[in-house]
T-cell receptor, first 113, second 109 residues
Framework: QKEVEQDPGPLSVPEGAIVSLNCTYS??????FMWYRQYSRKGPELLMY????GNKEDGRFTAQVDKSSKYISLFIRDSQPSDSATYLC?????????????FGQGTRLTINP | EAGVTQSPTHLIKTRGQQVTLRCSPI?????VYWYQQALGLGLQFLLW???????NRGNFPPRFSGRQFPNYSSELNVNALELEDSALYLC????????FGQGTRLTVV
């Protein structure tokens, strides 16, 4: 079983829809939670970063963490064609004083005009 | 503040050759991670360095190796290149948050 599970999609929604992307994890030692956006043939770009349960909002993006359920989500409101990309969840845990980073497989998202 | 820089951005090698990829982390970041991303696929974890030590390696053969220097920059070496090594190689550095470089696109012919 992978430490972090993410549905690879693809996910296709119409412009303006609310998008929900999700990841589950198995290890309660994960402390920090991140979402990255990756456009084709580019390096991933950090979108959201949080370390506690609850919601964190940044513009049209909301990251949600539920540590009791080991479940994280990214919501995109008023989705735009420019949001079409692969979205990766990531989380980290402390191992021997350093932060080990673990990624989900990524979800490919297409926003249709 | 400069981001994570990787060099070269692109290169083409022949099967059996050796290649060295380089990564300069964000100033103050001590951890460097290397990932392989074949076209259309997810990130495959290669190596993790922290404070000059290898902390973990992914499920790759020994011909994939690397090191981290005292200034926290890092190299990834791949020996005896195979066609399936063609991929985007990404480096990330981490302080409180992890940031990626733009990657090195390696093509093996």
């Amino acid at each position: 079983q992978k430490e972090v599970e993410q549905d690879p999609g693809p996910l296709s929604v119409p412009e303006g829809a609310i998008v929900s992307l999700n990841c589950t994890y198995s290890n309660s030692a994960f402390q920090y939670f991140m979402w990255y956006r990756q456009y084709s043939r580019k390096g991933p770009e950090l979108l959201m970063y949080t370390y506690s349960s609850g919601n964190k909002e940044d513009g049209r993006f909301t990251a949600q963490v539920d540590k009791s359920s080991k479940y994280i989500s990214l919501f995109i409101r008023d989705s735009q064609p420019s949001d079409s990309a692969t979205y990766l969840c990531a989380m980290s845990k402390t191992i021997q004083g350093a932060q080990k980073l673990v990624f989900g497989q990524g979800t490919r998202l297409t926003i249709n005009p | 503040e400069a981001g994570v820089t990787q060099s070269p951005t692109h290169l083409i090698k022949t099967r059996g050759q050796q290649v060295t990829l380089r990564c300069s982390p964000i100033s103050g970041h001590t951890s460097v991670y290397w990932y392989q991303q074949a076209l259309g696929l997810g990130l495959q974890f290669l190596l993790w360095y922290d404070e000059g030590e290898e902390r973990n390696r992914g499920n790759f053969p020994p011909r994939f190796s690397g090191r981290q220097f005292p200034n926290y920059s890092s190299e990834l070496n791949v020996n005896a290149l195979e066609l399936e090594d063609s991929a985007l190689y990404l480096c990330a550095s981490r302080g409180s948050q992890a940031f990626f470089g733009q990657g090195t696109r390696l093509t093996v012919v």
